[in-house]
C-alpha cells in the first residue's frame, strides 16, 4: 500500500500543472518550435488501445511484477505526457541542437522541470526513442527522474513498445524513496 501511494504521488507531481486559457495554450502549441511530445503521447495512446503491459518496479525494497490489460497510460506513462516543451511558460527556455537522428532540447535554466529531452528516430525518420530527465525541487518536495521510451511501427503507425524509469523523491525531511520500472508493451 506504501508503494501506491509513493507511485501515486510521483504520478501526481508530475501530472500538476498550472491554470492556463485554453485558447491561448492551443495558439501557442501551434507556434512552438519544440517537439509535440503531449500530441505524439495521445497518438500513441489511440494507437496502443487493446495492448496490455508487462511490468516489474521496485519501488523502494519492495518488487513488485504484474500485466495490466489495457493499462491507463496517461497513469502509467505520466512523466512523458508531463514532458510538455510547448508549455507557454517554457516557450524560449529550451537549446535545441541536432546530431544524426536524434534531436535534443536541454533547459538553459533550472525553471523548467524537464531539463532533457533527447528524440531519437529511425532511418525512415520516424520517432523511435525518447529519453527524458526531469527534475523537481521546491521546500516540501524533490524528485529527480529519468526515462526512456521506446517506439515501434505497425502499418506505418507508432505503438508502444517498451519503457524504462528511474528515479528518486523526497518529501520534506524523509527518506529518499527510490524506484525503476521497466515494462514491455504486449
Known sequence: MRQLFWMALLVGAWGCNQATDPAADKKA??????????????????????????KRAL?????????????????????????????????????????????????????????LLVVGADSAGRVARLDLHMLQDNYLY??????????????GKPKLDSVALSGTQRIVFGSPFIYTLQGKFL
Not at 524560449?92 to 534531436?103: F, L, Q, S
Open 29 to 54: 502549441r501551434q507556434k512552438s518550435p519544440y517537439f509535440d511530445m503531449v500530441g505524439f503521447m495521445s497518438q500513441l495512446e489511440r494507437n496502443s488501445k487493446g495492448m496490455a503491459l508487462r
Open 59 to 115: 519501488m523502494g525494497d519492495k518488487y513488485e511484477e504484474k500485466t495490466l490489460k489495457n493499462p491507463e497510460l496517461r497513469r502509467e506513462l505520466g512523466i512523458f505526457f508531463a514532458a510538455d516543451l510547448r508549455k507557454p511558460a517554457w516557450q524560449g527556455v529550451y537549446h535545441t541542437e541536432r546530431h544524426g537522428a536524434n534531436t535534443t532540447y536541454t533547459a538553459r535554466n533550472d525553471k523548467p522541470e524537464l531539463r
Open 142 to 155: 524533490s524528485s529527480d527522474a529519468s526515462g526512456s521510451l521506446y517506439v515501434r511501427y505497425d502499418g
